[in-house]
């Protein structure tokens, strides 16, 4: 799933081809992921005509706002992409829909599974989950402090607590893996274990991994246009592979499905679950 570091990517990328653009054409091949929250009229009639103003992200939402407070707010799960097409190319299985602008540029939204959503609204508070979301992990208002504040009343294992949008916005499940590596820290141990010195560390890693994370996907997504291809992680989606640290091989933890990629040496712990 893009997490953070490839969304801001994309939105840093089109920002510069969209914004004082109009949208000349949306088609909707299949209506599964582009869903109407306005109570009027078809999306083709509220979209097309209008200017983009600004490209942003929002934890891992893609906004895209235009004329008289119209947003397109997108989610792209598993396995959704936005990316670059030929105007006239013939729309591919799995293709939900394309949207196209004055300068030629046309997007199309491509989703194997089909479980992202691309949101139109007058009112960014009607997205699902928006209204829920806490500070974005990279929002230069986020100090430390403001940090160790927000996680406080979560006490779970703090890869958990990492994740939940509602302390802090962006963070999934491989940069959880990657920020608990850069901080050597066993990610089923329960937030309330952790001293000052190691939520300073992990307050760090965050900073630093989603910064050098978004460098690499600045690089890769006008290269690649796919948001879901990551290259050089530490730990997650290399199980058994050796540590780029001590070389012992990486560990990996399913729970629900979900799997945990560390290393044991790096960050030791027990899993205690009750
Ligand atoms: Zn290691």
């Known amino acids: 799933m893009p997490e953070l570091p490839e969304v801001e990517a994309l939105a840093r990328w089109l920002r510069p081809q969209i914004v004082g653009q109009r949208v000349m054409a949306l088609e909707i091949h299949r209506p599964l992921v582009f ?40 989610h792209f799960m598993l396995t959704g992409n936005l990316a670059p097409c030929e105007p006239n190319a013939r729309p591919r299985v799995r293709d939900y829909y394309r949207i196209s602008f004055s300068n030629d540029l046309t997007l199309r939204y491509h989703d194997l599974r089909g479980m992202g959503k691309t949101y139109l609204t007058d009112d960014l508070a ?29 006490r779970g294992e703090i890869k ?75 730990v997650h989606g290399r199980p058994g592979e050796p540590c780029p640290r001590c070389g012992a091989p990486i560990s990996e933890i399913k729970v629900a499905r979900r799997p945990t990629h560390f290393c044991r040496q790096c960050q030791p712990g027990l899993l205690l679950r009750n």
């Open 126 to 154: 009607r997205v699902p989950g928006m209204a829920d979301l806490g500070p974005d992990a990279l929002d230069p208002a986020l100090t430390l402090e403001r940090f160790l504040e927000r996680l406080r009343p979560h």
């Open 35 to 74: 869903r109407n929250l306005l109570s009027h009229a078809e999306p083709e009639q509220t979209l097309v005509g209008r200017t983009v103003r600004d490209v942003t992200r929002r934890s891992k939402l893609l906004l895209i706002s235009l004329d008289d407070d119209f947003w397109l707010a997108t």
């Open 160 to 234: 958990g607590v990492l994740t939940r949008e509602r302390a802090v916005a962006g963070i999934g499940n491989a940069y959880a893996d990657e920020i608990l590596f850069a901080a050597g820290i066993y990610p089923f141990r329960k937030r309330t274990q952790l001293s000052q010195e190691e939520m300073a560390r992990l307050y760090d890693a965050m900073r630093q991994v989603l910064e050098a994370r978004l460098a690499v996907a600045m690089e890769s997504i006008p290269r690649t246009h796919d948001m879901h291809r990551r290259e050089g992680l530490n």
